[in-house]
């Protein structure tokens, strides 16, 4: 198989992976919310696979190594915190479906559709983001580690000229973005947890590359900021 073929495999293979992720959190909201006569939030999620959708092929074109390593198992062994942001992560981005469907469920503050609306943009900027760390940096990998096969080096362009961890700043924005678009604001306690889950990852990764990459603690310097210029 050529590169290229290798490349779109690769791309296939992540795609399955995230919409298998979609399709299950489709599933633990709505049955959760108890009925399917929810339109906005079908929207939500047809929005939602769009952008998966286009990512791919952008991905595999632009940046095929990082779809290929996001695909593949984790590699090396997972330090202490990285397993506990795995678990963490894991929970809660499937906890946030099933307490925004209660809310939706039993009527529970529900949001109006200024809300929604609110929360479509949130979805966009945050994915958008996210998006364009990954298309810059081939090396954001699932796991957190220095890639010395593959010649580990800061990168410090394009969204990582505004933040040093541009990728989950994005992901918080995204998910954010869910109980707006679910209408019901007790998915913000998930999410606001599933933040908090990012920023102790940040920490602690964000600790390590500045002991262990090369010339990280100088982008550091330039770099001031962590996930949110003017606060961390």
Request: aromatic share 18%; charged share 15%.
């Amino acid at each position: 198989m050529g590169e290229d073929g290798a490349s779109w495999k690769a791309a296939a293979k992540r795609g399955a992976q995230v919409l298998f992720s979609l399709v299950l959190m489709m599933a633990l909201f709505f049955y959760s919310a108890g009925t399917l006569d929810l339109p906005l939030v079908w929207l939500y999620f047809a929005i939602y696979f769009v952008a998966l959708a286009a990512n791919m092929l952008i991905f595999a074109k632009y940046n095929p190594e990082v779809v290929k390593a996001r695909s593949e198992m984790l590699k090396g062994e997972m330090k202490w915190w990285d397993k506990a942001y795995a678990v963490l992560y894991m929970l809660l981005m499937f906890a946030l479906p099933v307490v925004s469907g209660l809310g939706v469920r039993f009527q529970a503050a529900p949001l109006g559709i200024e809300y929604y609306v609110l929360g479509i943009i949130l979805f966009i900027a945050g994915w958008s983001f996210t998006s364009w760390a990954l298309v810059v940096n081939k090396f954001f990998e699932g796991s957190v580690r220095i890639q010395e096969e593959r010649g580990h080096k800061v990168v410090s362009t394009g969204p990582y000229a505004i933040v040093r961890h541009p990728g989950y700043a994005g992901m918080i924005v995204l998910y954010f973005s869910m109980p707006f678009a679910f209408g019901s604001l007790y998915g913000l306690v998930p999410a606001l947890l599933l933040a908090g889950v990012f920023v102790f990852r940040t920490h602690f990764e964000d600790e390590m590359l500045q002991k262990e990459l090369k010339g990280y603690r100088e982008y550091a310097e330039r770099t001031r900021y962590r996930l949110l210029p003017g606060v961390w």
